[in-house]
């Protein structure tokens, strides 16, 4: 009789479901460690808690549903949980008299739970063994046992079905270390006015496309292996039509310096902890700078998501970071993070033999720290010291090594910040950014004082994951030119041109996003002389 009436409990979804379902969260928090994540330790604990459950009453032990201060006779489950307090002793509650019952339940708790209430079930069976069953309580658990028997067997059967493929999964899978993560992009491009440097924008459409292969690795569960392959062949605008670094687009990153089309291993670097916050970062080739460091805004997706232009994805002085071999720390404290990097250019392999080293070319040294004084708000500082290295937006004058063909070394401040809530759907951001470049170059020799600025926006609209978003700054300006050998002013930019932005990313499902956006620019290159640029564009990015 008693395995008949054990297999008939434990077929009761009525009883067992309820106990499982709702008793467990409040049960596994009365038995300490138990969602530690030691599980020698968990169930050492849970076993101690069931032997001695029923006869030592805790100190978060309830007899009655009224003890429990936050559950209420309008609660979904309010009877169920009445059920089991007063008539299953079953139940235990939060030392301050609480049963949150809607917070989550971990595997932990869930068996803590399981086994606290499978060890009241036995003692009832044992006791009503010796005292004699109440007939209406064996018809009611037979009525149930036949009542959900399809259920059943219905569970029965997809708990087999996820084995099997899961078995083949297993099976067929492409590595056990690494996943493969893929991101495409279909850009439709135009530009049109500004009449920079002489030429004209025209209007003419021009397709291309981004496409990223990752392949991530781990090998203890806490580090990364990153290797990113990218072939990019979306034309440029600086190169091809605006003549100007203002407004170029930043999913086009990666093309080569003649504007064709490249296939090349993108980014290979290796992260692991070295400590509870402290994370240490390997660049091996071309890493950026949201590699090593939190660039803050909330608009960031690197080009496949987010703001559309390079300028407006992040503050310009994180460009300084880009195409770099190096290492990096960065040491999460909580309320604050700091991140220090050292990174030398790697768009041809860095060679001593050159003169073009780790420590003798081109590289980019930056210390930032994040203050977070709320989860929601973000405020960034941020130094970068660099040589021989733009920002890859702003006017001609502002690019001195790339537009200009110069040799700089540049100190570079930077103040961010961004308010993102989980309460609100607006997130905003922004920020300031001041760069001092001395020109090196003889009969040349002198600073420049750049600054930028910029106030975003973006807007949760649509179905999940889709937003607006807004961009107003601008971009990298020479406010003035001093001192050395050239004349005062000769590089420095006498207009103020203003970069308006927007965008629409419509998600269509998980894996495809649409998003048309604009860039507007009065004064193109900081010059009143040129008629203002618009540059559109409809990116569609699929995700894999």
């Known amino acids: 009789m008693s395995k008949i009436l054990w297999k008939s409990l434990l077929l009761s979804p009525a009883l067992l479901g309820a106990t499982l379902a709702i008793s467990s969260p409040?049960?596994?928090?009365?038995?300490?460690?138990?969602?530690?994540?030691?599980?020698?330790?968990?169930?050492?604990?849970?076993?101690?808690?069931s032997r001695e459950g029923a006869a030592n009453s805790s100190a978060g032990q309830v007899t009655s549903v009224s003890q429990l201060s936050d559950v209420q006779p309008t609660d979904w489950a309010f009877q169920a949980l009445q059920s089991l307090v007063e008539r299953y002793g079953c139940i235990a509650g939060f030392p301050d008299g609480t049963y949150r019952g809607n917070r989550a339940l971990t595997r932990y708790e869930f068996a803590a739970g399981l086994n606290a209430c499978?060890?009241?079930?036995?003692?009832?069976?044992?006791?009503?063994?010796?005292?004699?069953?109440?007939?209406?309580?064996?018809?009611?658990i037979e009525r149930l046992q036949q009542e959900f028997a399809a259920e059943l067997a219905t569970l029965r059967g997809r708990v087999n079905e996820l084995e099997v493929r899961t078995a083949e999964l297993e099976a067929n899978q492409f590595s056990t270390t690494t996943k493969l993560?893929?991101?495409?992009?279909?850009?439709?491009?135009?530009?049109?006015?500004?009449?920079?440097?002489?030429s004209d924008a025209d209007g003419e459409f021009a397709f291309g496309t981004r496409t990223r292969l990752n392949f991530n690795t781990s090998f203890t569960g806490r580090d990364l292996l990153q290797?990113?392959?990218?072939?990019?062949?979306?034309?440029?605008?600086?190169?091809?039509?605006?003549?100007?670094?203002?407004?170029?687009?930043?999913?086009?990153?990666?093309?080569?310096?003649?504007?064709d089309s490249t296939f090349r291993l993108?980014?290979?670097?290796?992260?692991?902890?070295?400590?509870?916050?402290?994370?240490?970062?390997?660049?091996?080739?071309?890493?950026?700078?949201?590699?090593?460091?939190?660039?803050?805004?909330?608009?960031?997706?690197?080009?496949?998501?987010?703001?559309?232009?390079?300028?407006?994805t992040r503050a310009p002085i994180y460009h300084l970071l880009t195409d770099g071999t190096g290492i990096a720390l960065r040491h999460?404290?909580?309320?604050?993070?700091?991140?220090?990097?050292?990174?030398?250019?790697?768009s041809s392999a860095p060679s001593p033999t050159t003169g073009n080293g780790l420590f003798n070319g081109p590289y980019s040294a930056m210390a930032q720290v994040v203050l977070k004084p709320t989860e929601e708000l973000k405020l960034g500082f941020t130094y970068v010291n660099a040589y021989n290295k733009d920002m890859l937006t702003g006017s001609n004058f502002a690019t001195p090594v790339a537009s200009l063909g110069f040799s700089t070394i540049s100190n570079a401040y930077g103040f961010?910040?961004?308010?993102?809530?989980?309460?609100?759907?607006?997130?905003?951001?922004?920020?300031?950014?001041?760069?001092?470049?001395?020109?090196?170059d003889e009969g040349l020799k002198g600073d420049q004082g750049i600054l930028n600025w910029a106030v975003t926006l973006g807007l949760d609209a649509g179905p999940p994951g889709s937003q607006l978003g807004l961009i107003v700054g601008?971009?990298?300006?020479?406010?003035?030119?001093?001192?050395?050998?050239?004349?005062?002013?000769?590089?420095?930019?006498?207009?103020?041109?203003?970069?308006?932005?927007?965008?629409?990313?419509?998600?269509?499902?998980?894996?495809?996003?649409?998003?048309p956006g604009f860039v507007w620019l009065t004064a193109p290159d900081h010059d009143s002389d040129n008629d203002s640029l618009v540059i559109g564009t409809l990116r569609t990015t699929f995700t894999f």
């Open 26 to 49: 409040a049960l596994a928090q009365a038995v300490p460690g138990a969602n530690s994540s030691n599980p020698t330790n968990v169930f050492r604990q849970i076993n101690q808690y």
């Open 118 to 140: 499978l060890g009241v079930i036995q003692e009832l069976i044992r006791q009503n063994l010796e005292q004699g069953l109440d007939r209406s309580e064996l018809e009611a």
């Open 181 to 198: 993560q893929g991101e495409s992009i279909f850009a439709l491009i135009a530009a049109d006015g500004g009449n920079a440097v002489n």
């Open 227 to 259: 290797t990113r392959l990218q072939v990019v062949n979306i034309p440029s605008l600086t190169l091809d039509n605006t003549f100007t670094p203002e407004g170029d687009l930043q999913f086009n990153a990666g093309l080569d310096a003649s504007g």
């Open 266 to 312: 993108d980014t290979l670097l290796y992260s692991t902890p070295i400590g509870e916050n402290t994370e240490l970062i390997i660049i091996a080739n071309n890493s950026i700078a949201n590699d090593v460091a939190d660039t803050i805004n909330p608009l960031d997706g690197d080009g496949g998501s987010g703001a559309i232009s390079r300028f407006g």
């Open 332 to 346: 999460d404290a909580g309320a604050a993070e700091v991140s220090l990097a050292y990174l030398a250019n790697s």
């Open 416 to 440: 961010q910040l961004s308010y993102v809530s989980d309460e609100v759907p607006v997130k905003f951001g922004g920020w300031v950014g001041y760069t001092n470049a001395r020109i090196l």
């Open 474 to 515: 601008m971009e990298p300006k020479v406010i003035r030119s001093y001192e050395g050998e050239f004349l005062e002013g000769a590089f420095e930019d006498e207009d103020t041109s203003i970069h308006i932005e927007g965008f629409y990313e419509y998600r269509l499902s998980e894996n495809i996003a649409i998003t």
